[in-house]
């Protein structure tokens, strides 16, 4: 199937999903409806995610929502009072729950980045996206190359993106070069991806980002936008067919 083929089944099948074609899960990434500019909103979609791999996506966000509307583990959604905390505290605090689930690693990961937010960004993720002048690419350079080691998980190339997603549809984040925030390739978008006969079972989660960055290059979409798309169609044992 040629390049032009491909574009349009794709186009097609996102044309189905915003015509109200597929179903979708009506909640996915509960949240306690902050104010979208506002500080707490940002930390809420931000430090999750970090957590949010090799997991079911819907239950770990019930699980932050959870551990959110808790007054006793409300704290951790705030770098400034994580730091104050002993590590044990945080652990029993994310593992009460089940926000963690690994529970060395997701703590590790919970505390490093509250303190990596407390230490360089006055514990507000607005302060990173603003360093990087609220562009894709230069918010890319801060998780990825300046600070990697003060982001586990969300500077990796999955989570750097999905991270970016997330605040772009639940903050009032208005980013630069969306183009460039690529499709997260988790199982379901693999799976579509052979389905519409993009990729091959061989090739790695960068190769099929970079197909559909390829593919929908020039296109009024990008990239990103096709992952609630696909998730919800495979999900719903893609149908309609197209």
């Given at each position: 199937?040629?390049?032009?083929?491909?574009?349009?089944?794709?186009?097609?099948l996102?044309?189905?999903?915003?015509g109200?074609?597929?179903?979708?899960?009506s909640?996915?990434?509960?949240?306690?409806g902050?104010?979208?500019?506002?500080?707490?909103?940002y930390?809420?979609?931000?430090?999750?995610?970090?957590?949010n791999?090799?997991?079911?996506?819907?239950?770990?966000?019930?699980?932050a929502?959870?551990?959110?509307q808790?007054?006793?583990?409300?704290?951790?959604?705030?770098?400034?009072?994580v730091?104050?905390?002993?590590?044990?505290?945080?652990?029993?605090?994310?593992?009460?729950?089940?926000?963690?689930?690994?529970?060395?690693?997701?703590?590790?990961?919970?505390?490093?980045?509250?303190?990596?937010?407390?230490?360089?960004?006055?514990?507000?993720?607005?302060e990173?996206?603003?360093?990087?002048?609220?562009?894709?690419?230069g918010i890319?350079?801060?998780?990825?190359?300046d600070?990697?080691?003060?982001?586990?998980?969300?500077?990796?190339?999955?989570?750097?993106?999905?991270?970016?997603?997330?605040?772009?549809?639940?903050?009032?984040?208005?980013?630069?070069?969306?183009?460039?925030?690529?499709i997260?390739?988790?199982?379901?978008v693999?799976q579509?991806?052979?389905?519409?006969?993009?990729t091959?079972?061989?090739?790695?989660?960068l190769?099929?980002?970079?197909?559909?960055?390829?593919?929908?290059?020039?296109?009024?979409?990008?990239?990103?936008?096709?992952?609630?798309?696909?998730?919800?169609?495979?999900?719903?044992?893609?149908?309609p067919?197209?």
């Amino acid at each position: 199937m040629d390049k032009k083929s491909q574009l349009k089944r794709v186009l097609k099948l996102y044309s189905l999903f915003h015509g109200g074609k597929i179903p979708v899960l009506s909640k996915h990434e509960v949240n306690p409806g902050l104010p979208k500019k506002s500080r707490k909103n940002y930390l809420y979609f931000t430090l999750p995610p970090a957590l949010n791999f090799q997991r079911s996506s819907p239950a770990m966000w019930a699980a932050a929502l959870k551990t959110y509307q808790d007054p006793k583990t409300n704290y951790l959604f705030f770098p400034e009072e994580v730091v104050k905390h002993a590590r044990e505290e945080v652990q029993r605090d994310l593992l009460k729950h089940k926000l963690a689930l690994q529970q060395n690693k997701h703590t590790d990961i919970w505390i490093t980045i509250s303190r990596s937010f407390h230490n360089h960004f006055t514990d507000d993720p607005r302060e990173l996206l603003k360093a990087g002048n609220w562009d894709v690419l230069g918010i890319h350079q801060i998780i990825q190359k300046d600070f990697r080691k003060d982001f586990p998980y969300i500077s990796g190339p999955k989570m750097a993106n999905y991270w970016l997603y997330i605040l772009s549809q639940y903050t009032d984040a208005q980013f630069k070069s969306m183009q460039e925030i690529s499709i997260i390739p988790d199982t379901h978008v693999l799976q579509c991806s052979l389905r519409l006969g993009l990729t091959n079972e061989h090739m790695s989660s960068l190769e099929v980002a970079a197909t559909w960055k390829e593919l929908l290059q020039g296109a009024e979409i990008a990239p990103v936008q096709m992952h609630p798309v696909l998730w919800n169609w495979s999900r719903n044992k893609f149908l309609p067919k197209v």
